[in-house]
Nanobody
């Protein structure tokens, strides 16, 4: 098991930036896929970005070119750098992890951090 704790959320004006961090309670070296998801009020949770242990990344079309996911296995941390934020990016952002890309669901989730972008 592993606990994931997100931080770095807050209120920002449109066009601004935030950097989210996800810190794990143990090494993430064996957690092959780490990801960020988000859920806006009244909407389903959606994928934002994922990163594998080898550094391969995947982004939702809505955030490509604006968001960057990275991981530091030595510090058990995953980051999400969010630039050029838009009001539609407002959501609770969740960190997630799974031990194999073949797993359907993510077994590890954080509690979420609120991101609010004002217009």
């Amino acid at each position: 098991q592993v606990q994931l704790v997100e931080s770095g959320g807050g209120l920002v004006q449109a066009g601004g930036s935030l950097r989210l961090s996800c810190t794990a309670s143990r090494t993430i070296f064996t957690i092959i896929v780490m990801g960020w998801y988000r859920q806006a009020p009244g909407k389903q949770r959606e994928l934002v970005a994922t990163i594998t242990n080898g550094g391969s990344t995947n982004y939702a079309d809505s955030v490509k070119g604006r968001f960057t996911i990275s991981r530091d296995n030595a510090k058990n941390t995953v980051h999400l750098q969010m630039n050029s934020l838009k009001p539609e990016d407002t959501a609770v952002y969740y960190c997630a992890g799974k031990d194999s890309p073949l797993q359907g669901d993510y077994p590890y989730w954080g509690q979420g951090t609120q991101v609010t972008v004002s217009s």
